[in-house]
């Protein structure tokens, strides 16, 4: 059984009834589910949502952890299966013109590394937001890759067996995406110059 030991014990806990066993489980990893959410989605509405309908679903299907995986990628495979279902429901809201996504962010202060300065800086809040626009212009396979890999550590083979994919489809979709992502600022420059 690969799960921590830790986890293990809240998720018996937890499947026992123990609600002190399950609020240490959320909140252990909520704040985690809720910045995938956030880099995801570029909003702290979706991102909550998000967050919610993953704890909903972890909650609801505890009982079929196996502990083949760790807990860790169980619950970030829960998410990335709402993420997807939320991006569905957001293409099709905007179809009908009701959801506006000209693909700006409502912002956000979200950083993969924590604050290790009281005076964080304005350089740090910008480039989260830079990142956040980058990552909302790639498609959404190779921006789950890039959150599990960069914000989450998880490694490629915990990335492709919570994908369902091959590894080196997730490291294909990595690197296609970080490519992506350094192209976008240089095509945006160039259009500029013309």
Partial sequence: MRVS?????????????SARAWRQLVQRYESRVYNLGYRLTGNGEDAMDLMQETFLGVHRNLHRFRGEANFRTWLFRIAHNKAVDLNRRKKLLSLTG??????EFAGGEFSARPETEPDHGLAEKERNRLALQLLGRIPLEQRLVVELKIYQSLTFEEIAHMQEISVNTA????????????????EENALLEN
Avoid: C, N, Q, W
């Avoid at 490291?171 to 240089?186: D, G, H, N, S, V």
């Fill in 5 to 17: 030991s830790s986890d293990e014990k809240l998720v018996a806990g937890a499947l026992k009834g």
């Fill in 98 to 103: 009701s959801l506006d996504e000209g693909g």
């Fill in 171 to 186: 490291k294909t979709r990595f690197y296609a995406a970080l490519k992506k992502m350094r192209l976008i600022p240089e």
